[in-house]
């Protein structure tokens, strides 16, 4: 059986999208790196902490749903 489709391994922007009282996701090709620079490796989507509660930061571990973040940041 022959398979037409084909790899596109270009890279694809990053999109950030903020959750109303939940977290900031990036989703595309980007690097993340810690404070000494090193490399930490994601699957291409990543959710970061806006409520400050993770204890997995700077990645959500859903910690906003807890604490019942207020509705009125802005978000």
């Not at 939940?22 to 404070?35: A, C, N, V």
């Not at 906003?64 to 973040?69: D, F, N, Y």
Request: hydrophobic share 20%.
């Amino acid at each position: 059986m022959k398979n037409d489709q084909t790899y596109d391994a270009s890279p694809k922007p990053a999109h950030i999208t903020i959750f109303p009282r939940g977290p900031m996701r990036i989703d595309g090709d980007y690097e993340l790196r810690d404070t000494d620079g090193c490399l930490i490796e994601t699957n291409g989507n990543t959710n970061f902490c806006r409520c400050g509660n993770s204890k997995n930061k700077p990645f959500c571990d859903k910690s906003h749903e807890r604490v019942g973040w207020p509705t009125d940041d802005g978000f």
